[in-house]
Nanobody, 119 residues
Framework: QVQLVESGGGLVQPGGSLRLSCTASRTIFGVYDMGWYRQAPGKQRELVAAITLRGRTNYADFVKGRFTIARDNAENIMSLQMNSLEPEDTAVYYC?????????????WGQGTQVTVSA
């Protein structure tokens, strides 16, 4: 059974930093594209940042220049470095792994980690 496990969430003041991590099996890191999503109360889940198997990255406009996504396929870990955090960044952050082959999609989610930005 595939499991994605997030860690690193917490409470931080505006302007502060947090680093989220996601670990999974070697199969995931050897094959799947990965990313971070977030969901704030009353809002839909949205993409924060994505990184392909080969390391190509994509960021939502609202985090460009503040967040950095990275993955280490040898260590089976993906990270999201979040700087200059704003109250609007408060949400549950989810690790995602996806594999698209033709019309088929295989996708997994972590359980989520809470990030709260507040004074």
């Amino acid at each position: 059974q595939v499991q994605l496990v997030e860690s690193g969430g917490g409470l931080v003041q505006p302007g502060g930093s947090l680093r989220l991590s996601c670990t999974a099996s070697r199969t995931i890191f050897g094959v799947y594209d990965m990313g971070w999503y977030r969901q704030a109360p009353g809002k839909q889940r949205e993409l924060v940042a994505a990184i392909t198997l080969r390391g190509r990255t994509n960021y939502a406009d609202f985090v460009k220049g503040r967040f950095t996504i990275a993955r280490d396929n040898a260590e089976n870990i993906m990270s999201l470095q979040m700087n200059s955090l704003e109250p609007e960044d408060t949400a549950v952050y989810y690790c995602n792994a996806v594999l698209r082959v033709g019309r088929q999609t295989d996708e997994y989610w972590g359980q989520g980690t809470q990030v709260t930005v507040s004074a």
